[in-house]
T-cell receptor, first 112, second 114 residues
Framework: GNSVTQMEGPVTLSEEAFLTINCTYT??????LFWYVQYPGEGLQLLLK?????DKGSNKGFEATYRKETTSFHLEKGSVQVSDSAVYFC???????????FGKGTTLSVSS | NAGVTQTPKFQVLKTGQSMTLQCAQD?????MSWYRQDPGMGLRLIHY???????DQGEVPNGYNVSRSTTEDFPLRLLSAAPSQTSVYFC?????????????FGPGTRLTVL
C-alpha cells in the first residue's frame, strides 16, 4: 500500500545551520507530495508541494525536490531560524479521490 | 475569510459521555475530513465527505459518526467516549478531493477522555 517514511526526530539545530529532513514514499502511480508544518499549538499548514517528478516546491526558504528515481522528497533549508521550530510532516496523495497519507512527523527545535 | 474553524479547543469527557466536535469552513470547499493526531502516529483519517449529503469512512472510523447537511459544516460525533479516543482532532477542507489539491486545517480540538 501507499506509505510515507520520514526521519525520526527530534532534530536539534543552532540558528543558521543547514536543515535536511528526509522523506521517502511508497506509492502506485504518480503521487503528489507535500510538506506540512505545525507550529506549537496550531493546526497544520501547507509549506510546499510538488505534483510531478523533478518538480521543486519552495516556500519561506524551504525547498524539496520530487525525485521519482529515489522515491524521495527531502526537505531542506540553508539557514534555519528559531521561528522554524515546529513539527514537519511529509505527505502524499496517490490519486484523485484518495486521502492524504502522512508520515509520523519530525520535530525541529532551533536554538539561538 | 476565517478559513477552517473548530470548537471547542479543549474538552475533557468521562468514559461513556457523548459530544460533538464542530467544524466549519467558509471557503465553499467540497471536500472535508477529520483526522486524529496521536504521538508517533502522524495523522490518521477518521471520516471524510466529498460534498453535502455524502460521507465515507477513513482509516480509523470506529466510535465516530459524521454527517454533512451543508457545504460549510462537518461535525464529528463521539457517541460513547472511550479513553482510546484521547487525542488531538483536526478538521480539514479542500476545494476538491484531487491529488494536487491543498488541504486547509483547523486549529484542532484537544480531547481527553478519563
Amino acid at each position: 500500500g501507499n506509505s510515507v517514511t520520514q526521519m525520526e526526530g527530534p532534530v536539534t539545530l543552532s540558528e543558521e545551520a543547514f536543515l535536511t529532513i528526509n522523506c521517502t514514499y511508497t506509492a502506485t502511480g504518480y503521487p503528489s507530495l507535500f510538506w506540512y508544518v505545525q507550529y506549537p499549538g496550531e493546526g497544520l499548514q501547507l509549506l510546499l508541494k510538488a505534483t510531478k517528478a523533478d518538480d521543486k516546491g519552495s516556500n519561506k526558504g524551504f525547498e524539496a525536490t520530487y525525485r521519482k528515481e529515489t522515491t524521495s522528497f527531502h526537505l531542506e533549508k540553508g539557514s534555519v531560524q528559531v521561528s522554524d521550530s515546529a513539527v514537519y510532516f511529509c505527505a502524499l496523495s496517490a490519486q484523485a479521490g484518495t486521502a492524504l497519507i502522512f508520515g509520523k512527523g519530525t520535530t525541529l527545535s532551533v536554538s539561538s | 475569510n476565517a478559513g477552517v474553524t473548530q470548537t471547542p479547543k479543549f474538552q475533557v469527557l468521562k468514559t461513556g459521555q457523548s459530544m460533538t466536535l464542530q467544524c466549519a469552513q467558509d471557503m465553499n470547499h467540497e471536500y472535508m475530513s477529520w483526522y486524529r493526531q496521536d504521538p508517533g502516529m502522524g495523522l490518521r483519517l477518521i471520516h471524510y465527505s466529498v460534498g453535502a449529503g455524502i460521507t465515507d469512512q477513513g482509516e480509523v472510523p470506529n466510535g465516530y459518526n459524521v454527517s454533512r447537511s451543508t457545504t460549510e459544516d462537518f461535525p464529528l460525533r463521539l457517541l460513547s467516549a472511550a479513553p482510546s479516543q484521547t487525542s488531538v482532532y483536526f478538521c480539514a477542507s479542500s476545494r476538491q478531493r484531487g491529488e494536487t489539491d491543498t488541504q486547509y486545517f483547523g486549529p484542532g480540538t484537544r480531547l481527553t477522555v478519563l
